[in-house]
């Protein structure tokens, strides 16, 4: 019982210490509580970008019939980057790829509420990833077998 009062006593206290910094409720708890994090096995499409601030971001994809059924991502421990590859998967899930492309940086930063100026790059690195991610898919799509064939794979998780 002690173990998790002090656990919910430093959740407060990281809550309050971002809310201080100027991060929306909406940021820290994509933050706190990431979700979708974690990689996927058996995936349709995979991007991975590393951002002009040394930030990476990688994501997959599980596409049927044209839609985003499933997807996941990770990305280095920055408050932006997790919070807007957390908002941003949320905000595709079940969207035809014509509607995930059209989700842009402005879209995912309105949907957390914004970011401070210094991690605005954080909501385009959550879109160029996942938008490698569908150009990744596209690339096989017509011809999955392909995929098959690349030299190496290294995003492969099995």
Do not use: Q
Request: aromatic content about 8%.
């Amino acid at each position: 019982m002690k173990h998790e009062t002090n656990s919910m006593k430093e959740i407060e206290k990281a809550r309050n210490s971002l809310k201080e910094s100027g991060y929306s409720d909406s940021v820290i708890d994509n933050y706190l509580n990431p979700k979708n994090l974690g990689r996927m096995e058996h995936y349709d499409g995979y991007g991975h970008i590393k951002s002009t601030c040394g930030d990476s971001m990688w994501m997959w994809l599980r596409i049927r019939d044209r839609r985003i059924t499933d997807i996941r991502f990770i990305s280095d421990i920055c408050v932006g980057a997790v919070s807007a590859g957390s908002a941003l998967t949320e905000m595709v899930k079940g969207k035809d790829i014509r509607e995930a492309l059209a989700i842009g940086r402005d879209d995912i930063l309105r949907e957390l509420g914004g970011l401070p100026d210094a991690f605005v790059h954080c909501a385009e690195l959550a879109e160029d990833t996942l938008k490698a991610a569908l150009r990744d898919y596209l690339r096989f799509a017509r011809e999955p077998w392909k995929r098959a064939y690349e030299s190496e794979h290294p995003h492969s998780t099995n």
